[in-house]
């Protein structure tokens, strides 16, 4: 599968919103990540619908919405209606939802349909859901803040989601977020992943467009 790189807005310059869009645009991201917090499921606060939907006038690229939140099936509809193309909750309990269900309801609203994991959770979590879903998200940090290292046992999790894609029609994307710079986008890619999610790496560099580059390998 192609390697797709989606910048992280979260580690964007929020008082130039709309240039930061553009300018990851024109260097070459293939989507937008978006990272929904509510100061619940994890310790900190970023963002909502409003952002999102402002975020939507401003670029036809992709707006991934990864839901870091207690009931994510409550706030679907807000972040359905504010343009997300593709939206990402969370398989663990503390999430207060019901997984399938709101799975489903993504489903029904023609939007691609995402679930996730956090490092201490096990892959069998998500095993009973893989042929309902269009995207894997493996977190190689903890979720909640920018700028940690990466988790390089979580590749255990990227070769087991590969080895299921291989066996079941090769198209479930594989995305990987959290400590993700050029070495550890080979790892991830090598072991399977192809969606890259990157923040600082992108947003804190001179130049976007190489900073994307180098997260595809050249």
Same mark, same amino acid.
């Given at each position: !599968?192609? &390697?797709?790189?989606?910048?992280?807005? =979260?580690?964007?310059?929020?008082? /130039?919103?709309?240039?930061?869009? $553009?300018?990851?645009?024109?260097?070459?991201?293939?989507?937008?990540?978006?990272?929904?917090? %509510?100061? /619940?499921?994890?310790?900190?606060?970023?963002?909502?619908?409003?952002? @999102?939907?402002?975020?939507?006038? +401003?670029?036809?690229?992709?707006?991934?919405? /990864? =839901?870091?939140?207690? $009931?994510?099936? $409550?706030?679907?509809?807000?972040?359905?209606?504010?343009?997300?193309?593709?939206? &990402?909750?969370?398989?663990?309990?503390?999430?207060? +939802?019901?997984?399938?269900? &709101?799975?489903?309801?993504?489903?029904?609203?023609?939007?691609?349909? *995402?679930?996730?994991?956090?490092?201490?959770?096990?892959?069998?979590?998500?095993?009973?859901? =893989?042929?309902?879903?269009?995207?894997?998200?493996? !977190?190689?940090? /903890?979720?909640?803040?920018?700028?940690?290292?990466?988790? &390089?046992?979580? !590749?255990?999790?990227?070769?087991?989601?590969?080895?299921?894609? %291989?066996?079941? *029609? *090769?198209? =479930? $994307?594989?995305?990987?977020?959290?400590?993700?710079?050029?070495?550890?986008?080979?790892?991830?890619?090598?072991?399977?992943?192809?969606?890259? @999610?990157?923040?600082?790496?992108?947003?804190?560099?001179? %130049?976007?467009?190489?900073?994307?580059?180098?997260?595809?390998?050249?």
């Amino acid at each position: !599968m192609l &390697t797709l790189v989606a910048p992280s807005i =979260l580690a964007a310059d929020f008082s /130039h919103l709309e240039a930061e869009i $553009h300018r990851a645009e024109e260097a070459g991201a293939d989507w937008l990540h978006l990272d929904i917090m %509510d100061g /619940h499921f994890v310790d900190n606060i970023s963002f909502g619908p409003a952002v @999102v939907a402002t975020v939507r006038k +401003h670029t036809p690229l992709p707006l991934d919405v /990864h =839901l870091m939140i207690e $009931h994510a099936d $409550h706030y679907l509809p807000r972040f359905l209606e504010a343009g997300a193309n593709s939206i &990402t909750v969370h398989v663990e309990p503390e999430a207060k +939802h019901d997984v399938p269900k &709101t799975l489903a309801t993504i489903r029904a609203a023609g939007c691609g349909v *995402g679930l996730t994991l956090n490092p201490a959770t096990p892959f069998e979590a998500v095993a009973p859901y =893989l042929s309902t879903i269009d995207l894997l998200l493996i !977190m190689t940090v /903890h979720p909640g803040f920018g700028g940690q290292a990466f988790r &390089t046992e979580m !590749m255990e999790k990227v070769r087991r989601a590969k080895q299921w894609r %291989d066996a079941n *029609g *090769g198209k =479930l $994307h594989i995305e990987v977020d959290g400590g993700i710079k050029p070495e550890t986008a080979q790892v991830s890619i090598e072991n399977g992943a192809n969606i890259l @999610v990157a923040g600082t790496s992108i947003f804190r560099a001179d %130049d976007y467009a190489a900073a994307i580059r180098d997260l595809r390998g050249g």
